[in-house]
């Protein structure tokens, strides 16, 4: 029970720190940091918009992070909001679904990369995982 408490904190902690160096690597041409590319990359996948809150519960971060996110965002010419401000989808702006495309495509590429050995079927299986595993840790225990 302890090995397997040991590998899998560990495999988890080096996918996170290589998962945080590979989006600082990616964004610094472009002076962003790794929740500026979920936040980017949660907006490409909604062109409806998403709201602040919605942004914060898709990238699992508090509120304030993303708040700060979202102001370097707009202020480089990224995303627009609306008009009313309170509660109103984030839309990008020509800029920011550019961007998002190129983040996109280096985002197939890492995640081909980690993944190339794996076959179809030991993929299913670990994601299923991976989601199962994450919703139960994230239930309040008894």
């Not at 996948?45 to 699992?60: D, K």
């Not at 995303?79 to 961007?99: D, F, N, S, V, W």
Request: aromatic share 8%; with cysteine; charged share 25%.
């Amino acid at each position: 029970m302890l090995q397997r408490f040991q590998d899998f904190v560990t495999g988890i902690t080096q996918c996170y720190r290589s998962i945080q160096k590979i989006k600082s690597t990616e964004m610094t041409e472009f002076g962003l940091k790794g929740t500026h590319v979920m936040c980017l990359f949660f907006l490409g996948q909604h062109p409806e918009g998403l709201t602040a809150a919605q942004l914060s519960q898709m990238c699992a971060e508090d509120k304030a992070a993303i708040s700060r996110t979202l102001a370097v965002l707009q202020e480089r010419g990224y995303i627009q909001t609306g008009e009313k401000k309170y509660r109103a989808p984030l839309r990008l702006t020509a800029a920011g679904e550019e961007l998002a495309r190129q983040m996109e495509g280096l985002i197939q590429h890492w995640v081909t990369f980690g993944g190339d050995d794996l076959t179809q079927e030991e993929r299913e299986i670990f994601y299923r995982a991976l989601g199962k595993i994450a919703a139960r840790l994230g239930e309040k225990p008894e």
